[in-house]
């Protein structure tokens, strides 16, 4: 589905314009988490991702990416799981300006905003605004996260595979934890009513009817 790369294009090329817009990325934000939660799957990463559809486009089809391995400290675990926190203090830093704005604590102020710095551009978009200073200030924050994550993909894009970008994608590892956590609850019912778990092909000893596991028995499940 590239129709998702290409509304993710117009969506930054709409937001220099007129940063309203930005306010659309939430969609970006609470889908995956919704169908995570209650599918138990990553469907959005794999089919809808406009991100991830975009760097397949330019990277693939267009064949401006290497097309090399990510290297493994990119895949590990600490290296994903620290990009998520800095994702995530980046974020609540921009909520915690908004805030401060929307209660006049703080002036509206764009220089604050990384990776935006098209002064032609910020004046622009301003002008078309004309709503709440909380209102402006959180669509150029959000704008800001959304074309910062673009900006580090797009790179990665070049410099490894065209969806590398995947590999640490806050919003994946997110999706990811979910995904295991709603897995490892399916697993918990299935051995307390069951005593097996069909997901993993093992079979445990029940005790006390609250899924300890006391031992496992490898098995393969017969028709």
């Not at 007129?18 to 169908?35: E, R, T, V």
């Not at 290497?66 to 800095?86: E, H, Q």
């Not at 974020?91 to 300006?97: A, E, H, K, N, R």
Request: with cysteine.
């Amino acid at each position: 589905m590239i129709i998702c790369g290409l509304l993710l294009l117009m969506y930054l090329v709409f937001g220099i314009f007129q940063i309203l817009f930005a306010w659309l990325g939430l969609l970006c934000f609470f889908i995956p988490l919704i169908i995570a939660i209650v599918k138990g799957n990553k469907g959005y990463c794999n089919r809808y991702c406009g991100r991830g559809q975009l760097f397949e486009l330019i990277g693939g089809r267009f064949g401006l990416s290497r097309r090399k391995d990510v290297p493994k400290w990119m895949k590990s675990k600490a290296f994903r799981y620290g990009f998520l926190i800095f994702f995530f203090a980046m974020f609540f830093q921009m909520l915690w300006t908004t805030y401060l704005v929307f209660f006049r604590s703080r002036k509206f102020c764009i220089r604050q905003l990384p990776c935006y710095g098209l002064e032609a551009s910020v004046e622009l978009g301003v002008s078309c605004v004309n709503v709440s200073p909380g209102i402006a200030q959180f669509a150029f924050g959000f704008y800001s996260v959304m074309l910062t994550s673009t900006v580090l993909g797009f790179v990665t894009m070049l410099l490894f595979k065209p969806r590398s970008w995947c590999v640490y994608c806050p919003m994946g590892t997110m999706t990811q934890l979910i995904c295991k956590g709603k897995i490892k609850e399916r697993c918990l019912i299935l051995k307390i009513e069951t005593g097996r778990c069909e997901a993993c092909l093992i079979q445990y000893e029940i005790s006390n009817g609250i899924g300890e596991e006391l031992k496992t028995y490898p098995f393969r499940i017969k028709n």
